[in-house]
């Protein structure tokens, strides 16, 4: 072999050597995260929004035009389940709270203990009312920074979890409920809803003179 088919020779292993080399390194580059474990790092990120609607109020309670007002307020805010209901008085007149929790009924909800802190300050003879509005969402995702299946270190991809957590984030009626569970009172009523039932439990055995002896001396009447 001459000298220069030996050159020719080791110029060409050594352009294949560099492109097996640069190839890994690329392959390298895509690798998973160091997450070995069965929790995704995508997890769902709770945010609150607080609205407020100054009434004015006083020892007797709200005026029929101030309670109107909370009405439209309500249907203007699409106020629905899931939505927290506050009340900031500072006279802590009850009437003024039944008002208010009469009119929120109407919706289904229920006026929570305590008012989430607001700025500004609540100016004499008036009362605060505070909407508190959650969303949920898992920011970062989908994630395919690592779209290769080089794994050394058998960890989860980048995308582990993004689907189901953000499945779980948009389906989610209450995004509250993401950071504490609910304590098995509901929040909503539903009196309606619920009237046959307990009409039902709370009716007389029928040898007793319940339900189906009223119901078959009417039917005689």
């Known amino acids: 072999m001459t000298t220069t088919a030996f050159r020719s ?10 492109l097996s080399l640069g190839l890994a ?3 390298c ?5 160091n997450n070995r474990s069965l929790d995704s790092v995508r997890q769902p990120v709770v945010q609150q929004t607080n609205y407020t609607f100054d009434v004015t109020a006083g020892p007797g309670g709200l005026s029929y035009p101030e309670q109107q007002r909370v009405v439209s307020w309500f249907d203007t805010m699409k106020v629905g389940y899931g939505d927290h209901i506050a009340i900031d008085d500072p006279l802590r007149s009850e009437s003024t709270r039944g008002a208010i929790a009469a ?16 700025p500004g300050y609540v100016n004499a003879g008036t009362a605060r009312v505070v909407i508190t509005r959650s969303s949920a969402h898992v920011p970062g995702c989908p994630d395919w920074s690592t779209n290769t299946d ?22 989610v009626a209450d995004p509250q409920h993401l950071i504490k569970g609910a304590d098995g009172q509901s929040g909503t009523v539903v009196m309606s809803s619920t009237k046959a039932i307990d009409s039902y439990r709370e009716a007389k055995p029928s040898g007793a ?3 189906l002896t009223a119901q078959s001396t009417q039917t005689g009447k």
């Open 150 to 171: 080089t794994n050394f270190n058998n960890a989860a991809s980048s995308n582990f979890g993004c689907a189901v957590n953000s499945n779980l984030a948009a389906m």
């Open 9 to 18: 020779m080791r110029r060409t292993f050594g352009t294949a050597l560099t």
């Open 209 to 211: 003179g319940g339900a």
């Open 25 to 27: 390194l690329a392959g």
């Open 29 to 33: 580059g895509g690798m998973a995260t």
């Open 103 to 118: 009119i929120a009924g109407r919706y289904g909800l229920i006026i929570d203990d305590q008012a989430p802190v607001t």
